[in-house]
């Protein structure tokens, strides 16, 4: 008769399953071309967005610096990207600003992801009228486009940078809010939750200690895919005037730019927008990689 296994055995056994588990979907996400590629392609973005100001020829063109000799020239040596319509070199422009997209990116991410994984959570685990009226909280968020009311807050806080982070942020938290509850619900049951009950652990500490953390997989992968669109909606307030003001080198305000010069200064519009869909291809394809990676419904 197979002797049965104690309580440290089955945690270790546990623990194995998991780490092969996590070598498979690396090597999944290692062996597959795209996943690799958007890797590579966010690995260069960062380095750009540090080692900026030494690579870009112009950088003083970041900082409001003009030149009326040099205005609206096409790609050449001199300029690879082009001038604008006040001589400014478009490549340093972008150059300067993808430190600003990246930035943008992680604060709007982090902040809608703290928000959304608490009001979730809580929600979840304390169920009954808690649930009810955090939900509806989160409906009331959702019934509105998304765009919409990032444009509605930020034009009611004033236009800047900040602001149009932390008005995407108040639109973005209802998706982790949504998500994190659904794992929530389906965690609390579980064994180490009826376990950490028993000792008398405090139910903040249950679901902060204990059950979040074994939902933390599907939420990395969220941030992950969702990196990419507080870009793009970042881009799209600059767009229309609400986001960083000139001279600060933001890709949607450069694109509103060149919005009245195209198709005949193609070039103003054109290696701004090109530079977006870099940054939010790249995260899509992390993204894709990651979920082979960590979530486990993809292990299968």
Do not use: C
């Not at 890797?39 to 610096?65: C, H, N, Q, V, W």
């Not at 000792?199 to 997989?217: D, E, K, M, T, V």
């Not at 881009?235 to 000139?246: E, K, S």
């Amino acid at each position: 008769m197979a002797r049965a296994l104690s309580s440290k055995e089955l945690r270790q056994k546990a623990r194995e399953v998991q780490w092969e588990a996590f070598q498979r979907g690396l090597y999944r996400f290692r062996s597959n071309a795209l996943s690799m590629i958007g890797l590579s392609s966010l690995i260069i973005l960062i380095l750009i967005a540090f080692a900026a100001p030494y690579i870009a020829p112009y950088p003083e063109d970041a900082r409001g610096k003009t030149h009326v000799t040099e205005r609206l020239k096409p790609p050449s040596q001199e300029h690879l990207f082009g001038t604008d319509k006040i001589g400014r070199d478009i490549f340093s422009r972008v150059i300067m600003g993808t430190g600003l997209a990246l930035k943008v990116g992680i604060v709007i991410i982090f902040l809608a992801s703290i928000i959304g994984v608490t009001m979730g959570g809580v929600a979840a685990y304390a169920g009954g009228w808690v649930d009810d009226l955090l939900m509806r909280i989160t409906d009331i968020f959702l019934t509105v486009p998304g765009l919409v009311l990032a444009i509605a807050i930020t034009a009611a806080l004033g236009k800047g940078i900040t602001n149009v982070m932390i008005g995407i942020s108040l639109v973005w938290w209802p998706g982790f809010a949504r998500l994190t509850r659904s794992l929530v619900l389906s965690l609390k049951e579980e064994a180490f939750v009826e376990a950490a009950d028993g000792i008398g652990s405090s139910h903040a500490r249950i679901l902060f200690r204990h059950i979040l953390p074994n939902a933390l997989s599907p939420i990395i992968v969220k941030m992950s895919t969702d990196f990419g669109f507080a870009v793009l909606t970042a881009a799209a307030l600059g767009f229309i005037g609400l986001g960083a003001q000139p001279p600060t080198p933001e890709w949607g305000a450069m694109i509103n730019d060149g919005r009245e010069r195209f198709p005949t200064e193609w070039w103003i519009a054109t290696f701004p927008g090109l530079a977006i869909f870099v940054m939010v291809f790249s995260w899509n394809l992390l993204g894709d990689g990651l979920r082979d990676v960590l979530d486990p419904r993809s292990r299968r």
